[in-house]
Structures are given as C-alpha cells and as structure tokens.
C-alpha cells in the first residue's frame, strides 16, 4: 500500500512508564487505522531492571540503535534502589544532547475536569519553549581548594549565538502561528554579560520574524504566572528558567499526570522524544491506576512531528472529551482504571470525537 510509515523506538521504562505508555501506543494503533499511516514500534526493554542486569540503563550502542528512528516515545526511568543522577544521566540526558534535542517544549492547558490551584477560573492556554542543550547546564567551571578555608565552585553559563537564534526562531514561529505575542524570559538587570546577550538575540529574531516581544524579568514572570497566567500565551526561556517555569506553568493547570513534554531537534537530522512529565511514581506503581493522559497528550505532540496532525488533534480532542464526560483516574478524584479511561479514549476515537 501506500500508507504512510512511521518508525518509533519505545522506552517504557520503570514503574508506571510501563502502563502508560502501552496505552499511548494503542491509541495511536486505533488512530494509524482511520488516517492512513502505519508505525512500527520498536520495544526497548531500557531502564532500572537492565540496569540491575548489566549495570547500565542502555546497551553500550543505545544511542546508535535508537538514531534511525522517527521518534523516540518514553515512560520513565527511575527507582528508590538506584540514584536519581545514575538514572538521568544514563538514559534520558545522553539522548537529548547526542540527538540536539534543543527544544524542550512544554504546552500548558487547563483540561475539562481539572482543578487548578488558583482562585482564578480563567482559562490557562500556554508553552513554554525551554532551550534543552546550553546556557546554565553547562559542564564548564569547576571545584577547587577543596576542604580547605579557601574553598570555592565556579559554573560558567554557556550562550552561543547559534544557540539562542535557533530557540528563539523556534519559539517566534509557534508564537507566529498561535497568538502572535511572544515572551522571553530574562534577567538582564542582574547577569549581566550572557542575559543582555539573550536579550539582544532573541530581538534580532523576533523582529525579523513579526512577532510581539515582551521582554519580562524571571523574577516579575513567575508572579505574573500565577496572577494572571491567561495573559501568557508563548515563553521563550534559558535552560534553567525554562525548567523552573515549565514546572510552576504545569502546577497552575493542576496535575502533574497529564501534563506533556517534547525534546525536539526540530531539523529531523535526528530522531526527537516524547515524554509524560511524570516519574515512575513508585508508590502506585504496578497497581493500574496511573493517569494515561500525559503519555497520552506526549504521543499526539509525537504525530504532529511525525507529519499526523489531524491523528494528533484527534487524540488530543478524544481524551478531553472523556475527561469532560466524568470519566478520570484517581488522581483526578475519579475511579477509573488506566485500562478503563484508555478504553473510553478510544471509543472516543472511534466516536469521531
Ligand atoms: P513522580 O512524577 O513519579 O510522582 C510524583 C507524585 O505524582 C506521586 O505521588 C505519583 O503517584 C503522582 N503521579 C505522577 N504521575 C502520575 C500519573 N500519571 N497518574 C497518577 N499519579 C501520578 O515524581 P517523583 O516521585 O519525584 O519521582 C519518582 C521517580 O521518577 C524518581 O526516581 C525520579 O527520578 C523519576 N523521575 C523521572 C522522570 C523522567 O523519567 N522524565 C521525571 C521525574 C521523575
Ligand atoms: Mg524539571
């Protein structure tokens, strides 16, 4: 036939990885059938038991292994008996840097059903465009005088040029295509060598591109976030304030089980990963009750890189059609049954919703 083919590595992971990923990869099956495309998926059996077994989270030739792929879809890794550093460091931070993820891309969306923390009733509908391979994660600096009075630790923050043009168009073409607003996050008035140089950066680009800058201290930022986070549309941060906003965004729309995250290397010279923020939640782990929709939410940001954008709509619109119906894990204050929201998603799908 001439079905559109689709090859995508699989890392389920540790603890509810392994539940919420299966559920993804059949809502996506359901979905290849009614829009004409086809996925292999290729199972990585990576994480902590392989870690037990060969004392490493992924064969020696991982990488390798995973680079002819189309995407990478990812549960998570992590277990009490193994060091959080051993198990990022391992799997999850070789792949974004060997496969200049540069993008990490965080949506935000208040979904039916959901409680937000805030008073406020009014709608969140944000990303935040984290840059994921520079800047304040840098392994430039070091330790010295050790134990002695005169001990002291430098990190140096690392900006290239070529770094923040290419997260800043990234960021200016989303902004292009959804609002037209875009905010960078900075701190120009207290860093003052490699903040004035993001500053000016992301001008040049976001000029060039038309879109409306508002340059908006980290600090002022976070208040407004939690003050007014519908006057938020799309975020453009460093490394480090893009990890912190995207978390506090995430905790605004209430619910750490169905928020999504993407790694992108947005060129396609390699493949990009979709995760669930959510650990491996070892304390309900094994008991299927985990919230599907993150890994669900990850999988359609995974068709929409694919090329499957009305797949991935179609996802997206199925599972907050449940969620709006009532139907939510515990998590939610509901009853269901990962197996059981996952079955309500795709008679959705097959509903047309
Ligand atoms: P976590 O996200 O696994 O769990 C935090 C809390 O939220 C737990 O009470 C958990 O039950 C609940 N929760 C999380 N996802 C849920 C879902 N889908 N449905 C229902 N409830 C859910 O974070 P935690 O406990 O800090 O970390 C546990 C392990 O996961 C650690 O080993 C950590 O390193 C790892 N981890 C891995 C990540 C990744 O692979 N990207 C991200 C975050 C943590
Ligand atoms: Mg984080």
Redesign the pocket.
Known sequence: GTARRHVVDVVP?????TE?VPAAVRCVDHLAASFGFTVEWRERAWGCDHHRAHGRMMPVDGLEQLASADAIL???????D?P?DV??WG??IPIRREFVQYVNLRPVRSLPGIRSPLRSEAPIDLVVVRENVEGEYSEVGGRVNRGRPGEFAVQEAVFTRTGVERIARFAADLARRRSGRLISATKSNGIIHTMPFWDEVVAEVAGASGVRLEKVLIDALAARLVLRPESVDVIVASNLFGDILSDLAGALAG????AP?ANLDPTKTYPSMF???????????GMG???????LWAAAMMLDHLGEPAAAARLVSAFEHVLRAGTA????GGTAS?EEFTTAVVQALDEGA
């Open positions: 992971g540790d603890g509810i990885g919420v990812l549960g998570a890794v992590g277990a009490p193994i959080d198990t990022l799997l999850l619910s750490i089980g169905v995250s995760e669930p923020v959510h650990g491996s939640a070892p304390d309900i782990a009750i985990a919230n599907p929709v993150g890994a894990t515990r998590d939610l990962t």
